[in-house]
Nanobody, 121 residues
Framework: VQLQASGGGLVQAGGSLRLSCVVS????????MGWYRQAPGKQRELVAR???????DYVDSVKGRFTISRGNAGNTVYLQMDSLKPEDTAVYYC????????????????WGQGTLVTVSS
């Protein structure tokens, strides 16, 4: 199982970026999938999480600015980040709970390699 994330970069405050993550391997649909971030000197925190049924969760600091969505294939997740602020600067990690086998049941959490988002003031 591999998680491949992309879309990070450098943007000015107020700008937008879109992160993408695709899971290869495992059973689809993958649920849930989400994004975490870790800023220098801080703990990793959940940014947003989404299930294929449509339920979503956001950390309060990004509500109204970020939108998480799932692809139709059930193995992708996107994070549209608008109105970016310098405090959004962090390494963003894709996260997914992947079922490797359903008989016997084998599932675990996986992480992507991280993509750096830098927001300049």
């Amino acid at each position: 199982v591999q998680l491949q994330a992309s879309g990070g970069g450098l943007v000015q405050a107020g700008g937008s970026l879109r992160l993408s993550c695709v899971v290869s391997g495992g059973i689809v649909p993958v649920n849930p999938m989400g994004w975490y971030r870790q800023a220098p000197g801080k703990q990793r925190e959940l940014v947003a999480r989404a299930a294929t049924g449509g339920s979503t969760d956001y950390v309060d600091s990004v509500k109204g600015r970020f939108t998480i969505s799932r692809g139709n294939a059930g193995n992708t997740v996107y994070l549209q980040m608008d109105s970016l602020k310098p405090e959004d600067t962090a390494v963003y990690y894709c996260n997914a709970y992947v079922i490797i086998s359903d008989d016997p049941y084998v599932g675990r959490e996986y992480w992507g390699q991280g993509t750096l988002v830098t927001v300049s003031s």
